[in-house]
């Protein structure tokens, strides 16, 4: 096995970029909603809450976007008794509610984008117009 690897990374434009579509999304919908990008560490690139968006909305679309990064799925398909094993061992950032999704670059996992605060249907649509963004190479 080699010594390194060659690996691609989510850059701060493109979690821009994502953000700028969700929020069109969001607004189109009549929505106001967080939203998050990290990056395939799980760590947070670019984070916004609406004005409007709902207390805590930020703080589970991060969970959201951790969630389909780490795990390299979108969030809320997980079965029911896989949650709490998962909750634990993500130290309380696993979340099986939808509206997080990979971000995958010529089939590696560069990063998730999320969103929340409005309901999971609306949440769903407004992370894929987020990451429908980027021009990808799955």
């Known amino acids: 096995m080699p010594d390194f690897i060659a690996t691609?990374?989510?850059?701060?434009?493109?979690a821009l970029k994502m953000i700028a579509a969700g929020?069109?999304?969001?607004?189109?919908?009549?929505?106001?909603v967080s939203l998050a990008v990290v990056d395939a560490s799980c760590q947070q690139i670019a984070v916004v809450k609406m004005d409007g968006a709902r207390l805590f909305s930020l703080r589970a679309t991060i969970k959201k976007a951790l969630t389909a990064a780490s795990q390299r799925v979108p969030t809320g398909y997980a079965p029911d008794e896989d949650v709490v094993s998962l909750q634990i061992r993500m130290d309380?950032?696993?979340t099986n509610v939808p509206g997080?999704?990979?971000?995958?670059?010529?089939?590696?996992?560069?990063?998730?984008?999320?969103?929340?605060g409005?309901?999971?249907e609306e949440d769903v649509v407004i992370a894929e117009a987020a990451l429908a963004a980027l021009i990808r190479q799955d």
């Open 8 to 14: 691609h990374r989510l850059t701060h434009e493109a």
């Open 23 to 32: 929020i069109g999304k969001a607004a189109e919908l009549g929505c106001q």
């Open 92 to 94: 309380g950032d696993f």
């Open 100 to 116: 997080g999704f990979p971000v995958v670059h010529n089939g590696q996992v560069v990063g998730a984008v999320a969103a929340g």
């Open 118 to 120: 409005a309901t999971r």
